[in-house]
């Protein structure tokens, strides 16, 4: 199974909002494993559906505590704020900080389309966090403030043409 390609920034798929998943099938279930088994081959540690062309509501995220595979997840609950360093694999070579919760109860349906509703913190709450966003079509670089959001999407372009 070769893995799937990465869409990269300026792809339009990158900044429109996912569409919800009505229902889960093995069609859903092969997508997650293309996505975890690309996601583990670039050395991320999320990775969302857009990511990889697919403009639906579906996310993998391994912080190092095991692969989770989540379908419409939503942040149903946030505590404290935390600021870190985050890259994406949709815009390499960019490094934004940006504050999160550091704390968050999640939802969603997992690969067999049963409801799951757990805790995460630090770094898994914050890569479920950059993950959802991805899903509302919210990149790194839109946490940025104005002036270096422009840098930062011309160095984007550059990289990409070069
Ligand atoms: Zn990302």
């Known amino acids: 199974m070769p893995p799937l390609q990465i869409a990269r920034f300026p792809e339009s798929v990158l900044t429109k909002k996912s569409k919800p998943i009505k229902l ?29 062309g697919v403009s639906k509501r579906a996310i993998v995220v391994d912080a190092g505590e095991g692969p989770i595979s989540l379908i419409n997840p939503i942040v149903v609950q946030k505590r404290g704020q935390e600021a870190g360093k985050e890259g994406c694999l949709s ?6 900080e940006i504050k999160r919760a550091q704390w968050i109860k999640y939802r969603g349906l997992d690969g067999e389309g049963k409801l799951v509703e757990r805790e995460a913190e630090g770094l898994l709450a914050r890569a479920i966090q950059h993950e959802v966003d991805h899903l509302d079509g919210k990149l790194i670089i839109d946490y940025a403030n104005p002036i270096k959001r422009i840098f930062l999407k011309r160095r984007l372009i550059k990289n990409r043409r070069s």
């Open 24 to 52: 889960v099938t093995s069609h859903e279930r092969e997508l997650l494993d293309k996505m975890l088994e690309t996601m583990y081959l670039n050395q991320g540690i999320g990775l969302a559906a857009p990511q990889v």
């Open 91 to 96: 815009l390499p070579e960019v490094m934004v």
